[in-house]
Nanobody, 115 residues
Framework: QVQLVESGGGLVQPGGSLKLSCAAS????????VDWYRQAPGKQRELVAT???????NYAESVKGRFTISRDNVKNTVYLQMNSLKPEDTAVYYC?????????WGQGTQVTVSS
């Protein structure tokens, strides 16, 4: 059974930083692409960042230069370092992986950017 567990969310002031973690069990993060998505109230879920098995990274235009996705193969964990946070980054952030032709999602972690 695949489980993705996010952590690291919280309340931060504009301009601040947070680092989210996505710890996987039952799958291997180094073998497939892993994504971070986010969903703000009243909006559709959107793709934020992806890291492929070959360590290629891709980002939404809105977060380029501010967010960094990375992976620790030993810990089987994917991270999202978020810097220069803006109020519009407020959302629930989800980790996603396709494993065995099935989609798996974490439970989400809330990020709130507010003064």
């Amino acid at each position: 059974q695949v489980q993705l567990v996010e952590s690291g969310g919280g309340l931060v002031q504009p301009g601040g930083s947070l680092k989210l973690s996505c710890a996987a069990s039952g799958s291997v993060v180094a073998v497939t692409a892993v994504d971070w998505y986010r969903q703000a109230p009243g909006k559709q879920r959107e793709l934020v960042a992806t890291i492929t098995s070959g360590s290629t990274t891709n980002y939404a235009e809105s977060v380029k230069g501010r967010f960094t996705i990375s992976r620790d193969n030993v810990k089987n964990t994917v991270y999202l370092q978020m810097n220069s946070l803006k109020p519009e980054d407020t959302a629930v952030y989800y980790c996603h992986q396709i494993w065995g032709l099935r989609d798996y999602w974490g439970q989400g972690t809330q990020v709130t950017v507010s003064s």
